[in-house]
């Protein structure tokens, strides 16, 4: 039987193993995935685990893989099974020569899986990265202060539809979940779910509760986290309190090229008299 603070080391990651949990330590460098270095570390109770596996891996390698149960990790629950194994947070990859000792934690982290790991989990067991976040997606800049979802639209990437819906913002009172589709993958974008449902939603590139990714916006290691956090934060439904700090004023240059955007649309008749004048004052009033 392991002992507190033991430590398995492998490719990317350590793995420190506790009475209780794991913490997985990820290596931050060149050569690690861009998600490990975002992610930092994280701790896994073994309640959260569903399974733990030994297999072969590339090149003399072996790999432990310790899946976590549907609902305990809302990183994985906004992944939704789109993760690469080379960025899966849950695979410990291990030179060949270590498969003895690899072979040992292995069964010492199945005897401490209990009798509802086949089961799905009630609440979040693994914590998702904090609030305050951020990311660029092609069509806007996203923001989550912890309380309140945000998308400022860009005038160079957004379309006609959400121009005229303006800038959003969703307290998390009014969604239900996250739906995140990866960047690495034709059409990938980040949609808010309503609290509620509704009718069937439109294009992501025509609703103003998604943005977009696309041409290196909406990277997996900015948009995956911050979905995950979105997604715990509505789920748990005790947001943090948001930021209180004064918001810095926009860029007058900024503001006029919006505008002139908008006055762009309004000459092309895609914005109505009403439209244009109500967009260009809001726009104003944030100078």
Known sequence: MWHMGDVLAGMHATWEFDTDSVLIRFERGIRAPRLFSVLRERRIPYEALATVELSPGKRGTVVLHAAPRPGADPLMEAAAGQLKEGVDPYRLVLPGERETLAEYYTEELRSRLGPEAGESAERYLVTAPEAPLGFKAYDGKATFDGSRVAFRWYWT????????????????????????????????????????????????????????????????????????????????????????????????????DRIRHLGDLHGAGLVTDEEFSRKKAELLAEL
């Not at 239900?176 to 509704?198: M, N």
């Not at 979105?230 to 007058?252: E, F, G, I, N």
């Open 157 to 256: 990437g957004a379309t006609t539809a959400k121009w005229k819906a303006g800038d959003q913002s969703f307290a998390l009172s009014e969604l239900s979940g996250v739906e995140w589709r990866s960047p690495e993958v034709l059409g990938g974008y980040l949609r808010l779910l309503p609290r509620g449902g509704g009718p069937g939603a439109p294009q992501p590139d025509q609703d103003p509760a998604a943005v977009v990714f696309g041409l290196g916006y909406g990277l997996l290691h900015e948009s995956l986290p911050f979905a995950a956090a979105v997604l715990q934060a509505v789920r748990s439904q005790s947001p943090a309190p948001a930021l209180t700090a004064a918001q810095p004023r926009r860029d007058p240059a900024d503001i006029a």
